[in-house]
């Protein structure tokens, strides 16, 4: 068998799909903290808080069963979901309010941070261990990924309303997004060792076999996951230094794109591999 089924025990794909939908959402509403509130006005956050709120609520209907588990990392992800989307309702009115809406959304991403390390065994269908936290781990550095590009995306968006605000701030954005790719690089391999991950059957049966099934997935992440992105992203900060907003937003756009679809991709490896990927 070339590509290889999800486990028995595994989460279904209601299951995973949330924890990329949590990721999307905490990513988004966790990357304000890198933004002055003295430049961007309470709308700004406002606009990102119900972004958030919206995502973080698909992600506690997906979850929905998981509330009647009796325990165990599922409940645990269920209500640490629910604690991020009260903190980010809460946060969106209190906007006006610079330090508590600051404080708030940190309580924020920690709750949603604290989830997706839970989604990790809950994905995989097994307790809490050393291999089953580093698939959580992986989930979290996919948030910041996928916030990174989010944010820089509507930020972008802003600036076509707001010509006064400084270029700096979506440069610091697009970094962000850089960092956050370079890390998707290079963190799952990392996380693969030092959780002690198998490599999948096919792979050693035969490295045709593997790049023909589940190798052909990381690939595809790999290429349009973080390639593709990679390359927009220094495009766009080169727009962004000529003060070209429009170019630059434009091509966050297509990065945003592939950054979701890599994500997503990486997400279905982890239910149906195990593996940090």
């Keep these: 068998m070339l590509f290889s089924?999800?486990?028995?025990?595994a989460a279904p794909f209601s299951g995973w799909f949330s924890a990329f939908v949590l990721a999307l959402g905490a990513g988004t509403t966790?990357?304000?903290?890198l933004l002055p509130r003295a430049q961007l006005t309470p709308a700004f956050f406002r606009l990102h808080g119900w972004i958030g709120l919206a995502l973080g609520g698909i992600a506690v209907g997906l979850r929905w069963t998981d509330f009647g588990s009796g325990g165990g990392p599922a409940i645990q992800a269920a209500w640490l979901t629910v604690g991020y989307c009260v903190l980010v309702f809460l946060q969106i009115l209190a906007a006006d309010w610079p330090k508590p809406?600051?404080?708030l959304l940190l309580l924020a991403t920690l709750s949603a941070g604290a989830g997706l390390l839970a989604d990790g065994p809950r994905i995989d269908g097994t307790d809490w261990s050393l291999a089953s936290t580093t698939l959580g781990v992986d989930l979290i550095s996919a948030a910041f990924a996928l916030g990174s590009a989010n944010v820089a995306m509507l930020l972008g968006h802003w600036y076509l309303v707001g010509s006064d605000l400084p270029i700096h701030l979506l440069q610091r954005v697009i970094l962000a997004l850089g960092l956050a790719l370079a890390l998707r690089l290079v963190l799952p391999i990392a996380l693969t060792i030092v959780g002690g991950h198998p490599l999948p059957e096919s792979a050693e049966r035969s490295t045709s076999e593997f790049l023909l099934g589940d190798g052909l997935f990381a690939l595809m992440k790999l290429a349009?996951?973080?390639?593709?992105?990679?390359?927009?992203?220094?495009m766009s900060y080169q727009?962004?230094?000529?003060?070209?907003?429009?170019?630059?937003?434009?091509?966050?756009?297509?990065?945003?794109?592939?950054?979701?679809?890599?994500?997503?991709?990486?997400?279905?490896?982890?239910a149906t591999l195990s593996l940090p990927w």
């Design 5 to 9: 089924p999800l486990p028995a025990d």
């Design 30 to 33: 966790g990357l304000l903290l």
């Design 101 to 103: 809406s600051s404080i």
């Design 224 to 234: 349009l996951g973080i390639a593709l992105p990679g390359a927009l992203t220094w």
């Design 239 to 270: 727009c962004a230094r000529l003060r070209s907003t429009m170019a630059a937003t434009g091509i966050l756009y297509v990065a945003l794109v592939f950054v979701l679809v890599g994500e997503l991709i990486s997400t279905y490896l982890i």
